[in-house]
């Protein structure tokens, strides 16, 4: 699966390993969340923090027409706000789908799936 | 007088004070909202924030700075809003971690509290971006540290701390490529600004103004983020509702008959009855006040009590912005090559648009566009040549005839159907001449097969195909080919008879009189049938025909 886009020059063919890039990447630059978890999480453990190279496992894409549903699975660091940090990732990463890659979101869920204490 | 500490009665105060500041410039802040969203809400977001802490303070009834502290903290936490409400609420809790357990604050601890609410706050973000609310953060609790060795004065380490923020802030534009692009310093650190002079506010109380004053500098960047503002939201003409900007500064030092004491504070909310966008900032010698209002008579006329009136300004923003809207308007006809098509039903049009066809000419099966309006459309696009798609077999004559007629180099290329129109669509360059894109535009129509589907209004019989009154009909490169009472069967049956073994990708846009479950149900049939085909649904909302559909 991957989306499509046509233009007047042609199909643009984006990979959910792109999309799985730009949402991992505009997640993290959020302030509190600490990494990216896997989706797999009996499997991988946890609170494994995912590099970038393995964003694809944290995130989830569904496209259907020029829309797509992401699942992003993350790590909170202790102490925040955790649903005001998951919204400000649902907001980021729908605002950078859009930014870099054109695509409209049909709804970014976001997966808390750890929360990693910080020293104080 | 040297102030020695801050116990809870000046906590109080500050904290008071600076969810005063922030509230009342949030609006400036939400205008420099570019980064990392552009969604214009920081500063709402950070008013909320500290106001949640505020409140929280407020029912606390300790006579303790520590206990105060953990309530701002704790306040901010539960009602952090979005990024920069969610930084700050952590940069609080560091603050409140370092202050634990004590009555009062010493210059020292006060400057200890802040770089450990810096060091807190950068612990939760993966990737620091410097430029941001974080850097205002940490420059300015540098500041402070750097003005506790020197002295035990609170005032002055308060003092430093917004003077690094303020110095910080400006810096943001040159760490951070998207703010200077817009011209903009970055929101949330112009936030934690508001509330830092907030705080210097409180400690200096009446004397604030005497020690602390913005600089002129300063406002003109304002009211050019007030202005970068009106022009991003893209608000219609109607919408403004103060239609003048008016700038004036009033000299405070002038002799004029029945003047009036001058206080800033009164001035502003008098102002901000009147007007929006409000921006002022006094010295002793001059205020200047920039403010979008309906009456900018009653401007000057308030001003005026105060003093003489200096440089004097006023701009009607609604022919401001109707020019702007003018001008964009026409930069969209000025194009030097145009594409007109003749196509029908909104999504159709919007998808011709969104292959860069600069103009639609109303039309199709039921109503031929005449030659006539094939000929107004080109010149109403001012281009110096042109493409007509006809998109139907029983236009090309006309726009041939429109083409003779031009004045400017009109090609035609011969597409009879909707799908035709879309496929030429992608071949057009407009590097190349007219012949160049006719000829190349042409070649790629036999790449692709239409379909029409249809429904019959009498009996007959087509190439041996028997009609039947109401039965749907599909038709493909113009000849009716299949005829079946039901929609979604004639039209897959239609579709099998256009397939071959370089099919690839379908197309199709269903109508007016079709809809969305229709067009599914047809690829469902069909993808049960061919795995290797794609398939792409888009609302055409075109009458006559149920379903226009292209195979490449």
């Known amino acids: 699966m991957a989306v499509k886009i046509k233009t007047k020059n042609g199909l643009i063919d984006i990979s959910n390993g792109v999309i799985a890039t730009v ?11 600490v990494g990216m978890a896997s989706k797999n999480a009996i499997r991988d453990g946890v609170d494994v923090i995912l590099n970038r190279a ?12 020029n829309e797509i549903t992401v699942d992003v699975y993350i790590i909170v660091g202790y102490g925040l706000k955790i649903s005001e940090v998951s919204r400000n990732v649902q907001d980021s990463v729908k605002f950078s789908l859009k930014n870099q890659l054109g695509i409209d979101t049909r709804a970014v869920n976001v997966i808390v799936q750890s929360v990693k204490v910080l020293d104080e | 007088m040297v102030l020695k500490e801050i116990d809870s009665n000046k ?12 509230g009342r410039n949030a609006e400036f802040v939400n205008s420099l909202n570019v980064f990392p969203v552009p969604d214009g809400d920081t500063g709402t977001n950070m008013n909320l924030t500290i106001e949640s802490g505020a409140k929280a303070v407020a029912e606390n009834p300790s006579t303790s700075v520590g206990d105060l502290t953990e309530s701002l903290a704790k306040g901010m936490l539960m009602g952090a809003r979005g990024n ?14 370092a202050t634990q357990g004590m009555k009062t604050l010493n210059a020292q601890e006060l400057a200890n509290a802040f770089s450990n609410g810096v060091a807190t706050a950068y612990k939760a973000v993966m990737k620091p971006v410097e430029g941001t609310i974080l850097t205002v953060a940490r420059v300015a609790a540098q500041e402070g540290a750097n003005k506790a060795n020197e002295t035990d004065d609170v005032e002055e380490v308060m003092e430093a701390i917004v003077d690094g923020a303020k110095k910080s802030l400006k810096t943001t534009p040159d760490l951070l490529p998207v703010l200077k692009q817009v011209g903009v310093v970055d929101s949330g650190g112009q936030g934690l600004l508001f509330i830092y002079e907030g705080f210097l506010e409180g400690i200096l109380g009446e004397n604030f103004a ?50 009036k004491p001058f206080n800033l504070e009164e001035f502003r909310n008098h102002l901000s009855e009147i007007g929006d966008s409000l921006l002022a900032v006094s010295d002793d010698e001059v205020a200047k006040v920039h403010v979008h209002t309906e009456h900018p008579g009653e401007v000057f006329a308030y001003g005026s009590q105060f003093g003489q009136l200096g440089k004097i300004k006023i701009d009607n923003m609604r022919i401001q912005h109707e020019t702007i809207v003018n ?14 098509a003749v196509a029908s039903g909104n999504g159709v049009r919007k998808l011709f648009e969104s292959e860069g066809v600069n103009r639609i000419i109303s039309g199709g099966q039921t109503m031929n566009p005449s030659t006539q309006d094939i000929i107004d459309a080109i010149k109403k696009s001012g281009a110096q040549k042109a493409i007509v798609l006809p998109n139907n077999g029983n236009i090309v004559m006309a726009a041939k005839q429109a083409a003779e007629v031009s004045e400017i180099p009109v090609g035609i290329v011969p597409t009879k159907t909707i799908s035709q129109g879309l496929t030429a669509m992608l071949s057009f360059d407009p590097d190349l001449s007219v012949e160049e894109n006719v000829d190349s535009m042409t070649e790629d129509l036999e790449a692709v097969v239409s379909g029409e589907v249809t429904q019959a209004n009498r009996d007959t019989t087509i190439n041996d195909v028997e009609v039947h009154a109401n039965d749907y009909l599909g038709i493909i490169d113009g000849d009716i080919e ?18 071959d073994e370089d099919s690839e990708i379908i197309t199709i846009m269903f109508g007016r009189d079709s809809n969305k479950k229709q067009a599914d149900e047809v690829v469902a049939n069909l993808e049960a049938k061919h795995d290797d085909l794609e398939f792409e649904v888009h609302d055409g909302g075109q009458p006559v025909y149920n379903f226009l559909i292209s195979v490449e």
């Open chain 1, 23 to 33: 949402v991992g990447s505009a997640a993290t630059s959020n302030y509190g969340v």
């Open chain 1, 54 to 65: 393995n964003y694809k496992r944290g995130v989830v894409v569904k496209s259907e027409d």
């Open chain 2, 11 to 22: 906590f109080r105060d500050m904290v008071r004070v600076a969810t005063h500041r922030m």
């Open chain 2, 84 to 97: 920069s409400g969610v930084i700050s609420s952590q940069l609080f809790r560091g603050i409140y971690k």
């Open chain 2, 210 to 259: 005497d020690r602390y004053q913005p600089d002129e500098g300063e406002m003109d960047e304002m009211i050019n983020a007030m202005h970068h503002q009106s022009v991003q939201t893209q608000l219609s003409t109607q919408d403004i509702e103060n239609g003048y900007c008016t700038e004036i500064m009033v000299d405070l030092t002038a002799d004029i008959p029945n003047k």
């Open chain 2, 327 to 340: 001008d964009s308007d026409e930069q969209q006809e000025s194009v030097d090559f145009a594409v007109i």
């Open chain 2, 482 to 499: 299949v005829d079946h009472p039901d929609l979604v069967t004639a039209t897959v049956n239609m579709v099998e008879k256009m397939l």
